[in-house]
């Protein structure tokens, strides 16, 4: 299996087989994020899905998993200044 340097955890580590989304997004997920990362951000937003009882069908819901993933994984820099509760 091919190896990158994912820029989450700064770890040389197997990558993604494939991109787990479509769009640029995917794209850039399978090119700098390692499996490893990614199964991590899979259970953190199933617990969230859980927690604030998101509903995928509902366009802002996923709006608003996407923003938190991108901080999750790194690709933007958090804007709420609130306590985030370290996993
Ligand atoms: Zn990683």
Redesign the pocket.
Known sequence: MATIT?S??D?S?DKLEEAPMGGELGTSIVET??A??WAEWRTTSGQLINHHGLNLGMPEHRAELRRVMKEFLGFEAPTAPGPEAPA
């Open positions: 994912c989450r955890c770890k580590k994020i390692c490893e990362c």
